[in-house]
């Protein structure tokens, strides 16, 4: 099935939950979008940054979590069968215990991570970031491999101007929501880049 696949009809996550496990999902305001098999070198990037930011919040109480990982997000605070928006990001920081859940999240995550695949940028790019900032993620990165390119963008300050931050995944990049972690991208051979 090809990645972003859009279907006409309207659905919940009631419905979401009764779709087969072996294909992963995402619900956008109802509509439903297939999303593909990721790349190794995406998977490469997803494994090493859970890593390190698994070692950074092993003692904290912040929880990080990779996709597939069911994130929720109600428009109120309509019951979770009549939720119809439900993301996957490639990484989740959720730093409040409340909004876990054995179903994953509901809320939004403190920190969103996206790693593009040509399949995903336009709704990681757009549709996704106006998503996060609307229902509260603080701090959005989107990992641009095939640009050598980091865009950083961080909803919670109050004079916001949707203009990301931009680093080069040449050098280790600060994390806002915690000063003291540093992304390190050495791991990233410039073969693969």
Same mark, same amino acid.
């Given at each position: 099935? *090809? ?9 919940? =996550?009631?419905? @979401?939950? *009764?779709?087969? #496990? ?8 109802? #509509? ?5 098999? +990721?790349? /190794?070198?995406? $998977? #490469?990037?997803?494994? &090493?940054?859970?890593?390190?930011? /698994?070692? =950074? ?7 990080? =979590? ?14 979770? &069968? ?5 993301? $996957? ?7 409040? &215990? ?7 999240? /509901?809320?939004? +995550? ?12 336009? /709704? ?15 701090? =959005?990165?989107?990992?641009?491999? &095939? ?5 950083? @963008? ?9 203009? +990301? ?29």
């Amino acid at each position: 099935m *090809n990645a972003a696949l859009k279907l006409v009809t309207k659905y919940t =996550y009631g419905d @979401y939950c *009764n779709w087969s #496990e072996d294909e992963r999902w995402e619900l956008i305001d109802g #509509e439903a979008y297939a999303m593909s098999a +990721p790349s /190794r070198l995406h $998977q #490469e990037i997803l494994l &090493e940054l859970a890593f390190q930011m /698994r070692s =950074y919040f092993q003692k904290k109480i912040c929880e990080v =979590y990779v996709a597939p990982f069911d994130v929720r997000l109600p428009k109120r605070n309509e019951k979770d &069968e009549q939720v119809d928006t439900v993301v $996957q990001p490639d990484i989740s920081v959720i730093c409040d &215990e409340n909004k876990l859940d054995d179903k994953g999240c /509901r809320g939004a +995550p403190d920190w969103v991570i996206e790693i593009l695949s040509p399949s995903n940028s336009f /709704r990681d790019l757009d549709v996704k970031r106006k998503l996060y900032e609307q229902h509260g993620v603080k701090e =959005y990165w989107i990992i641009n491999p &095939e640009e050598n390119q980091l865009m950083v @963008y961080l909803f919670y300050y109050q004079d916001k101007s949707n203009q +990301p931050l931009i680093h080069s995944l040449k050098q280790p990049v600060q994390v806002s929501l915690f000063p003291d972690l540093f992304i390190d991208w050495e791991f990233l051979n410039p073969k693969k880049i």
